[in-house]
């Protein structure tokens, strides 16, 4: 299927592995010149080759914190109007709620709500004067399943899905679509490093504590990163541009609810 992307530019936030560089690939595979984003400048330029080997399409690496406002003008400048944001980011690692000092606090709802917030309200104006928009923010599962020890991400990730209910709305009549992406255990970085140290707190092995993992899924396995970026890459296209305002679980049907 052709998604009506070629031409298109996109700013994928956290690009240069994981679930982000999915996106990234994904996006470029349709034919979008992207810029892509990482704080370790070697791992973001091997992330840069490997999608302009894979599809040819114009990629731009942009070594920045998303979370400072000189990494937000960073991304913007290498792509001042873009048609298409994704918003990802690392959240903050697993830990007992009671262990969460003030700054902790604040720095997790400044990670996961108020840069995603930032980055949209940069990226609309001009994408109202075109009236063409996409957004997607990746946030998890557990904004509608909590995860004991991510507190923090949880909530925040729930925060901005909140926030963004009423914009969703706002913005439809202008053909700019804002929908989250709601990833369940994939294997990634991040979920191997959170199954180690869940591990360690239960005296397992990693083995030991992926298989337990795995077993809660119906589908008993993780997702590829993949997976992810393809559907990511659906609702940015024209044939999605009456899904807004949607939090879409891709979690192999852990989360149980109809």
Not at 157 to 162: N, V
Not at 166 to 177: E, F, M, Q, S
Not at 209 to 223: D, H, L, Q, W
């Amino acid at each position: 299927m052709d998604l009506g992307l070629k031409g298109r530019t996109a700013i994928v936030c956290a690009s240069s592995r994981g679930l982000g560089k999915a996106c990234a690939l994904s996006l470029a595979r349709e034919g979008v010149s992207v810029v892509i984003n990482g704080r370790d400048e070697a791992v973001l330029a091997a992330a840069r080759d490997e999608i302009v080997k894979a599809t040819g399409a114009k990629v731009t690496a942009v070594a920045a914190d998303v979370g400072t406002r000189a990494g937000q003008d960073a991304l913007l400048a290498a792509a001042p109007e873009p048609d298409i944001l994704v918003n990802n980011n690392g959240g903050p690692p697993l830990k007992d709620f009671r262990e969460l000092d003030r700054d902790a606090l604040l720095n997790g709802v400044v990670q996961n709500m108020v840069t995603p917030i930032e980055l949209i309200q940069r990226v609309v104006p001009a994408m109202q004067r075109r009236s063409f928009g996409r957004i997607v923010n990746i946030t998890s599962m557990s904004v509608k399943m909590p995860i004991l020890g991510l507190d923090l991400s949880s909530g925040a990730r729930a925060g901005l899905t909140a926030f963004m209910a009423g914009p969703a709305r706002d913005l439809a009549r202008h053909n700019i679509t804002v929908n989250h992406l709601l990833p369940g255990m994939f294997d990634t970085d991040r979920l191997r490093n959170s199954t180690g140290r869940m591990a360690t707190m239960q005296g397992k092995s990693e083995a030991e504590m992926a298989a337990e993992r795995k077993a809660t899924v119906p589908m008993k396995r993780f997702g590829e990163a993949s997976e992810i970026g393809e559907i990511c890459a659906f609702l940015c296209s024209v044939q999605a541009g009456y899904i807004t305002g949607q939090s879409i679980l891709v979690d192999g049907g852990l989360f149980n609810a109809v």
